[in-house]
């Protein structure tokens, strides 16, 4: 851990202002898997005090989603922390079984459930002919192919109905690597990023759209401090919806008369600080009504699912997504929208167990191809 990362660390106030926006913290109350002892957590590892392999729950219930960074008046590297700390337990060997399977897995064959081209595959419609090159690429990341391939297919039928030349990755699609930069893998991830980056480039395009919000933030940002930065433009799916709409590319023919309630996805949302883009769009569907969460934008709540949480330990991962699903509710709601594959399916586990079925979780682009 560099001397920076310590000098960083001890500049802690003890405010525990990282704490108010924790979302294991305030779903739990359980200080120990909040924000600030991780920051504590660190400063024991690192003053000799405390081995990693003593703090592995602290570590690793923990999503890097950053929002604790964005509260904190003296700018504590938390997240930075926490990765270097989760280094050092690969080193000494002592991760959880779960992340390192999961890490493998993309490592080895480059999705994070260990399967290969048959797992890129399962999602692409097989009535469309997508060409081999084109201006818009579009990715789906791993959420899409593994449990939600109707987004994909979706957000395809809004690019054609729009008239947008593009094409996709397909079954030469691979894991844009961040849960590697999460838990410490750099060199791997680096890797990751040459691979992606030179499959991608090969393809020529001018912009490539982004499903993921985990995909937006690690090629947008992360590629270029590990590696180098894409020779492309970086585009969530949102901003691609915004535009088409600015443009009168998309009509809306279906009116939907529901009250419904916006999660800032943390990778794309919160990263980028634009938080109005996918409100514009919500905004422009006839019918719709948009309630905010009480902690929205900056501080809005983690799903609690990513970094490999929900495999570490499903009731924190839970109690955090449970936390979102009860305050829809509370604000009478008939459905959460979000901008990410990986927090609809989070939140749609936590709505189906705490047994409402009164709640939809939808991503931007089901609702968009919903209103059509």
């Known amino acids: 851990m560099s001397e920076e990362l310590k000098r960083e660390l001890s500049s802690c106030t003890d405010c525990r202002m990282c704490d108010n926006v924790c979302p294991f913290y305030l779903a739990t109350g359980d200080e120990s898997i909040g924000a600030w002892n991780r920051v504590k957590v660190a400063q024991a590892v690192l003053g000799g005090d405390r081995r990693v392999s003593d703090v592995l729950r602290e570590l690793y219930l923990c999503t890097c989603c950053g929002t604790c960074e964005l509260a904190c008046p003296v700018n504590v590297p938390i997240s930075e922390a926490v990765r270097a700390l989760r280094s050092l337990a690969v080193k000494e060997r002592c991760a959880p079984e779960p992340i390192v399977k999961l890490c493998e897995g993309i490592i080895n064959q480059g999705s994070m459930t260990g399967e290969g081209k048959e797992f890129w595959r399962s999602w692409i419609p097989t009535e469309v002919n997508f060409p081999s090159e084109a201006e818009y690429l579009y990715l789906v990341g791993c959420m899409i192919p593994f449990r939600l391939r109707d987004i994909g297919r979706a957000t395809v039928d809004i690019l054609k109905t729009a008239g947008v030349d593009f094409t996709i990755l397909g079954e030469d699609e691979r894991c844009c ?9 750099l060199e791997e991830a680096k890797t990751v990023a040459e691979r992606n980056l030179s499959r991608i480039e090969g393809r020529k395009p001018s912009v490539v759209l982004m499903a993921c919000a985990a995909c937006y933030y690690t090629y947008k940002h992360v590629y270029q401090r590990i590696y180098r930065k894409p020779e492309f433009e970086v585009m969530h799916v949102a901003e691609a919806l915004a535009d088409l709409i600015d ?11 529901e009250k419904v309630a916006f999660l800032d996805p943390c990778h794309f949302v919160k990263v980028s600080g634009k938080y109005e883009i996918p409100r514009k769009v919500i905004e422009n569907i006839p019918g719709l009504k948009l309630i905010e969460f009480p902690r929205s934008r900056a501080e809005a709540l983690c799903c609690g699912a990513p970094g490999g949480v929900r495999l570490v330990s499903r009731d924190v991962a839970f109690s955090a997504a449970g936390m979102i699903v009860k305050e829809a509710l509370k604000l009478e709601v008939s459905r959460i929208v979000t901008s990410c594959p ?31």
């Open 177 to 185: 690597g961040l849960l590697l930069v999460d838990h410490g893998l």
């Open 342 to 372: 990986l927090c609809m399916y989070q939140l749609s586990w936590a709505a189906e167990k705490l047994g409402t079925g009164r709640l939809k979780v939808s991503d931007l682009p089901l609702l968009v191809k919903e209103a059509l």
């Open 247 to 257: 443009h009168g590319r998309i009509s809306f023919k279906k009116r939907i008369d």
